[in-house]
T-cell receptor, first 112, second 118 residues
Framework: GNSVTQMEGPVTLSEEAFLTINCTYT??????LFWYVQYPGEGLQLLLK?????DKGSNKGFEATYRKETTSFHLEKGSVQVSDSAVYFC???????????FGKGTKLSVKP | DAGVTQSPTHLIKTRGQHVTLRCSPI?????VSWYQQVLGQGPQFIFQ???????GRGNFPDRFSARQFPNYSSELNVNALLLGDSALYLC?????????????????FGAGSRLTVL
């Protein structure tokens, strides 16, 4: 079945460091891909999305490119801030019920 | 414009009890989905409703049930609570049914209802 695999956390970075969170997927066809962010004590917020191969989603300095050949959708940011501390979830839209399938999440902590 | 609202935000129950969680979708959204997020894990799909009909169900026991009302709000019910039901329950709404494939309609999530079963 379809699935999403994210790099294990937690990830701890200093402010202004470069961020990469790896995400790979297994799916039939070409599902839409998403990154959601969850701040402490809150629900999920959509960070960015890509709906077809080679699309680049971007928002708030974060970027991810839909790579069909490597079945990947890695999240990157050139310079992280303390306010980026949160849990990041990679997801694909391709469950058997038309639902989202999420990875386990990667916790990011950014230190001043 | 109000987002997806869920109630209650926190609740504590004991094993064997029943719980009802409520969700109001974004105005104009006709589809509501429910997800369970156990601590340290990603959300797992429970139900999807569209136009008051169940359109999808995840791998959850029959103790879990839901319904959608004419105003598109929704309730999630869990009977005979177990310790393992302790989780954050997330409701999400969208304008159309999630049909899958390219150009998927985006889900907007609420802040969740955190259930603790003792």
């Amino acid at each position: 079945g379809n699935s999403v695999t994210q790099m294990e956390g937690p990830v701890t970075l200093s402010e202004e460091a470069f961020l990469t969170i790896n995400c790979t997927y297994t799916a039939t066809g070409y599902p839409s891909l998403f990154w959601y962010v969850q701040y402490p004590g809150e629900g999920l917020q959509l960070l960015l999305k890509a709906t077809k191969a080679d699309d680049k989603g971007s928002n708030k300095g974060f970027e991810a490119t839909y790579r069909k050949e490597t079945t990947s959708f890695h999240l990157e940011k050139g310079s992280v801030q303390v306010s980026d501390s949160a849990v990041y979830f990679c997801a694909l839209h391709g469950g058997s019920q038309g639902n989202l399938i999420f990875g386990k999440g990667t916790k990011l902590s950014v230190k001043p | 414009d109000a987002g997806v609202t869920q109630s209650p935000t926190h609740l504590i129950k004991t094993r064997g009890q029943h719980v009802t969680l409520r969700c109001s979708p974004i105005s104009g959204h006709k589809s509501v989905s429910w997800y369970q997020q156990v601590l340290g894990q990603g959300p797992q799909f429970i139900f999807q409703y569209y136009e008051k009909e169940e359109r999808g169900r995840g791998n959850f026991p029959d103790r879990f049930s839901a319904r959608q009302f004419p105003n598109y709000s929704s309730e999630l019910n869990v009977n005979a609570l177990l310790l393992g039901d302790s989780a954050l329950y997330l409701c999400a709404s969208s304008f159309v049914l999630q049909a899958g494939g390219q150009g998927a309609n985006v889900l907007t999530f609420g802040a969740g209802s955190r259930l603790t079963v003792l």
